[in-house]
C-alpha cells in the first residue's frame, strides 16, 4: 500500500549536503505537480519546494538559493538536493502531491519521511 518511499536523510554538519530522493508508484504521477515538506517535532508540516508537471521550480525563502528540486516521470521520481545545510533545517522530510489549491494532501496518502539531523 505504500506509493511513497522517500529516502537519503542522515545526520550532517552545519554547511554540509544531502540528497533526498522519493520514488512515487502513482499511475498520474507525471500528471501532477509533486513537493518536499517537511516537519519538525511540535509544528506544522510546510511545504520547502515543488516541482509542476512541466519542471517549474518554486521555493520557501527559508531554503531558496540551497535546494533545488527535480522530478524524473520515467522513473516515477523526485529529488532534493539540499546544499548548505543548517541546523534549522532539522526535520523529518517527506514527499507528496503539491496541490494547486495549496492544501495539504490526504493524511493517509503519506510516506515514513527520512529524517534529516544537521548539527551546529
Known amino acids: 500500500q505504500v506509493q511513497l518511499v522517500e529516502s537519503g536523510g542522515g545526520l550532517v554538519q552545519a554547511g554540509g549536503s544531502l540528497r533526498l530522493s522519493c520514488v512515487a508508484s502513482l499511475k498520474i504521477f507525471s500528471f501532477i505537480d509533486m513537493g518536499w515538506y517537511r516537519q519538525v517535532s511540535g509544528k506544522q508540516r510546510e511545504l520547502v519546494a515543488s516541482?509542476?508537471?512541466?519542471?517549474?521550480?518554486k521555493y520557501s525563502d527559508s531554503v531558496k538559493g540551497r535546494f533545488r528540486i527535480s522530478r524524473d516521470n520515467a522513473k516515477k521520481s523526485v529529488d532534493l538536493q539540499m546544499n548548505s545545510l543548517k541546523p534549522e533545517d532539522t526535520a523529518v522530510y517527506y514527499c507528496?502531491?503539491?496541490?494547486?489549491?495549496?492544501?495539504?494532501?490526504?493524511?493517509?496518502?503519506w510516506g515514513q519521511g527520512t529524517q534529516v539531523t544537521v548539527s551546529s
Open positions: 507528496n502531491q503539491a496541490r494547486r489549491d495549496n492544501l495539504l494532501p490526504g493524511s493517509s496518502s
Open positions: 516541482i509542476s508537471t512541466n519542471g517549474t521550480e
